[in-house]
């Protein structure tokens, strides 16, 4: 699976973006898709997941009510809605895959390049 994130940027807080992550790969359809976000100077962060059918999605307590995580497996996209976006959301986001649900980094297998978010104040 090769993914490719998108959709970062400048931002004021209280405003709102919507990340997307394209997916290639025959395999994509029956992956975790998960988000992680990681900002200067700390460790990178679980943010949302979704898996491969859309019976089952988590979004981090940090986020939650915020943030929104989608799929549309016909376009091989995941997407991820911020919304009420902080200063501290400030960071590298990155879309991964993995082939089971999970929060931790380490059962992601593949990894896009991560896009930027920044929240000014």
């Known amino acids: 699976v090769q993914l490719q994130a998108s959709g970062g940027g400048l931002v004021q807080a209280g405003g709102s973006l919507r990340l997307s992550c394209a997916a290639s790969g025959r395999t994509f359809s029956n992956s975790v898709l998960g988000w992680f976000r990681q900002a200067p100077g700390k460790e990178r962060e679980f943010v949302a997941l979704?898996?491969?059918?859309?019976?089952?999605?988590y979004v981090a307590a940090s986020v939650k009510g915020r943030f929104t995580i989608s799929r549309d497996n016909a376009k091989n996209r995941v997407y991820l809605q911020l919304n009420s976006l902080e200063p501290e959301d400030t960071a590298v986001y990155y879309c991964a895959a993995a082939s089971r649900i999970a929060t931790a980094s380490s059962v992601y297998d593949y990894w896009g390049q991560g896009t930027q978010v920044t929240v000014s104040s």
């Open positions: 979704i898996s491969w059918n859309v019976a089952q999605s």
